[in-house]
């Protein structure tokens, strides 16, 4: 891969934001903003629509099921494609059809005839959207930088716009349903969708060079499926990944219950509880954006899941607004480190033409768990309250943390080789080799 000129000092804000020197990542960066803001807007107003209609936790449940679950069936199929597509293109109609949802929702919501089964309908198609939207977007990164050497710092950057929008998307949205109701959400959200579908055909992305295929579709799913199950490296970190997403990441379909129920507020509330998850989300994107290599960043992935799992447990005892929110923060600061690190190693050590199906065992793992979750937390919560559900939840991520801290000398021993065979860290003599963390070198 071509080498892009570097400046000669990259201080301060300048090496945090290092990726935006590239156009066609400012371009993402700049029209993905609008563009999550109304996404987040759009999640708060949805699940305090259907709590509104029906005062039920398990339908909460449902409808986050409704639109992950397509994430669990198609995110596999999804990577083989982006593999072998334009990814550039695909893009742009999965985030036109995602403009499309949300303008009919919109659409069933100020004329009043929305039904819990719209949702639930619409959900599914975003979902399915999502389904190959996600993979496609995590190994479309690559194809907008120029140096392999700033993946990591795109990756964080990413993230730290997801979260950023999350930070801002729920507290307009509980100012815009309090002052003219859940409606006027989704319409910002389809507006917003034309920032990022400009930003998409402004690219100029060069094509990729792509080797002839050989195998059918159901083949390069199998051997995307082959070589994740092969690297042991790759295989620990989706697992925990997955049972964090299954037992943790749910907590946000019952934040309406926490926002109403037990703290008393409305939907300024439940906006406060999702924006704080958010700064706590954004400082772990920025802290990681903050590093310039990838050289100890295992030792952050069990912590990462333990701060979440501990945040969430301690959250559910909280009956203060103020306290929640501070716990929260923890929340969204675990989340955020076990994800952006999870996804930072695995796009360093991937094999470039595995990367889309990597990513979407990614995105099966983070996406797809959490329909199963959710309809687990919203079954649970309807038994026995949702205080109780994202406490056990919390142990439970907690204790994956534990399991996955324990074999982190081994998880070390088999990715150093990588590392050594990508240049990124120097090769010694196999005397030294991959013994202890001594012979790493000290983190910048």
């Known amino acids: 891969m071509k080498k892009a000129p570097r400046p000669v000092d990259l201080g301060g804000f300048a090496h945090v934001f290092r990726t935006l020197r590239y156009r066609n990542y ?25 709590y509104r209609m029906t005062n039920s936790p398990f339908l909460l449940g449902v409808v986050g099921f409704a639109g992950q679950m397509p994430a669990f069936l ?13 990814r550039h293109r695909m893009l742009i109609v999965t985030q036109s059809l995602a403009m499309a949802q949300a303008a009919l929702l919109a659409a069933l919501t100020l004329t009043g005839v929305v039904a819990v089964w719209h949702i639930v309908s619409l959900s599914i198609f975003l979902g399915l959207v999502n389904a190959f939207d996600v993979p496609i977007r995590q190994s479309f990164l690559l194809d907008m930088i120029e140096n392999r050497e700033d993946l990591g710092n795109a990756i964080a950057l990413n993230s730290s716009l997801f979260n ?44 990729r060079k792509r080797d002839a295929i050989q195998q059918g579709i159901l083949k390069g799913l199998l051997e995307g499926f082959r070589y994740v199950a092969g690297s042991s490296p790759i295989r620990r970190i989706l697992l925990l990944l997955a049972l964090v997403s299954l037992t943790g990441m749910p907590y946000a379909v019952l934040m ?45 992935i069990p912590l990462a899941a333990g701060l979440f799992g501990a945040g969430l447990a301690a959250f559910t005892l909280s009956h203060t607004v103020w306290l929640s929110m ?21 796009q360093t050590i991937v094999d470039d033409d595995k990367r889309g199906r990597v990513m979407s065992f990614y995105a099966l793992c983070f ?36 399991i996955f801290a ?26 030294i080799y991959a013994i202890t963390d001594a012979a790493l070198p000290p983190e910048k």
């Open 326 to 346: 501070l716990l929260l923060c923890f929340v969204g600061l675990g989340m955020m480190l076990q994800m952006g690190t999870s996804n930072t190693i695995l």
């Open 74 to 86: 198609l995110s596999a199929f999804a990577g083989v494609l982006a593999d072998r597509w334009n």
């Open 164 to 207: 950023g929008a999350r930070l801002i998307g729920p507290a307009i949205a509980g100012m815009v349903i309090a002052a003219v109701g859940e409606g006027a959400c989704f319409v910002l959200n389809a507006l917003s969708y034309i920032a990022v579908i400009y930003a998409l055909t402004a690219m100029k992305i060069t094509p």
């Open 26 to 50: 400012r371009l993402f960066f700049g029209g993905q903003l609008v563009s999550l803001i109304g996404t987040w807007m759009q999640q708060v107003a949805m699940i305090w629509l259907v």
């Open 256 to 300: 309406p219950i926490f926002a109403r129920d037990v703290l008393g507020g409305g939907p300024n509330t439940l906006g406060a509880l999702m924006g704080a998850t958010g700064v706590g989300a954004v400082t772990g994107a920025l802290l990681l954006a903050s590093r310039t290599t990838v050289v100890g960043l295992g030792r952050w």
């Open 367 to 402: 996406l797809g768990m959490a329909p199963f979750g959710s309809l687990l937390a919203g079954s649970l919560a309807g038994t026995i309250g949702a205080p109780r559900t994202l406490f056990i939840s919390g142990m439970v991520c907690i204790i994956a943390a534990v």
């Open 406 to 431: 324990a074999r982190l000398p081994s998880f070390r021993k088999e990715v150093r080789p990588i590392y050594v065979r990508l240049g990124i860290i120097p090769e010694v003599s196999p005397g």
